[in-house]
Nanobody, 124 residues
Framework: QVTLVESGGGLVQAGGSLRLSCAVSGRAYAYYILGWFRQPPGRNREFVAAVSGSESRTEFIDSVKGRFTISRDNAKNTVYLQMNSLKPEDTAVYFC?????????????????WGQGTQVTVSS
């Protein structure tokens, strides 16, 4: 069993920044993929970013490249999503998720455990 708890969401103006955190507990944290997904209002959940266990590889959806970074602190069992230059279209509920794979996956079905989500709202 893996438990994930997100924090750091909120309301921000366009152009602003937020940092989301996800505290992970349970199974062998350091070896597996951790990802961030988001679900805008009325839309399906979509991949945003993921980081490998060693942090040697990261992947991002095209729309956030150059604006978002993902990192993990294995000593604190925490993964972060730093979001800069936020846009109204980034408004969504953001979820962190744990994958049992060791190579980065992009589909929600490849992630077994999910946090409860945190709301990010970007005003124009």
């Amino acid at each position: 069993q893996v438990t994930l708890v997100e924090s750091g969401g909120g309301l921000v103006q366009a152009g602003g920044s937020l940092r989301l955190s996800c505290a992970v507990s349970g199974r062998a944290y350091a070896y597996y993929i951790l990802g961030w997904f988001r679900q805008p209002p009325g839309r399906n959940r979509e991949f945003v970013a993921a980081v490998s266990g060693s942090e040697s590889r990261t992947e991002f959806i095209d729309s956030v490249k150059g604006r978002f970074t993902i990192s993990r602190d294995n000593a604190k069992n925490t993964v972060y999503l730093q979001m800069n230059s936020l846009k109204p279209e980034d408004t969504a509920v953001y979820f962190c998720a744990w994958s049992p794979y060791t190579s980065i996956k992009y589909a929600p079905n490849d992630y077994d455990f999910w946090g409860q989500g945190t709301q990010v709202t970007v005003s124009s």
